[in-house]
């Protein structure tokens, strides 16, 4: 895992102003659709790079640039939007059920059975 860049709470408000900048541009330019999920997936990623979550950082980056550009460029949506959103749930499955560390609980789960023994 890489070096976290800022604390938890600076992470998710600078990612969210950056949600609100792209919801603000989307309203201006009067075109929701696929920009949504740009808007959507570039600040996930953008808060997963501040805190030195690489993998996630890439795997959220592939998902919402993919189905952006599928959609935007008229690709075959067929094969490839299912095959983004089950990389996606298959990772966050694995992740979740073998790879959770301590240093990523959410705020106030002491009690969580990915916490070690003391």
């Known amino acids: 895992m890489a070096a976290q860049k800022m604390s938890v709470g600076k992470a998710h408000t600078l990612s969210f102003g950056l949600f609100l900048i792209g919801i603000g541009i989307l309203f201006y330019v009067e075109s929701w659709w696929p920009a949504i999920t740009l808007v959507v997936g570039l600040p996930i990623t953008f808060r997963q790079y501040l805190l030195g979550h690489t993998t996630d950082m890439i795997v959220s980056f592939i998902i919402s640039v993919g189905i952006f550009v599928t959609v935007q460029f008229n690709l075959s949506t067929k094969n490839s939007l299912p095959v983004l959103f089950i990389i996606g749930g ?25 916490k070690p023994s003391e």
């Open 90 to 114: 298959l990772y966050i499955f694995i992740r979740e059920l073998f790879f959770m560390t301590p240093d990523r609980l959410p705020a106030g789960e002491e009690n969580s059975p990915h």
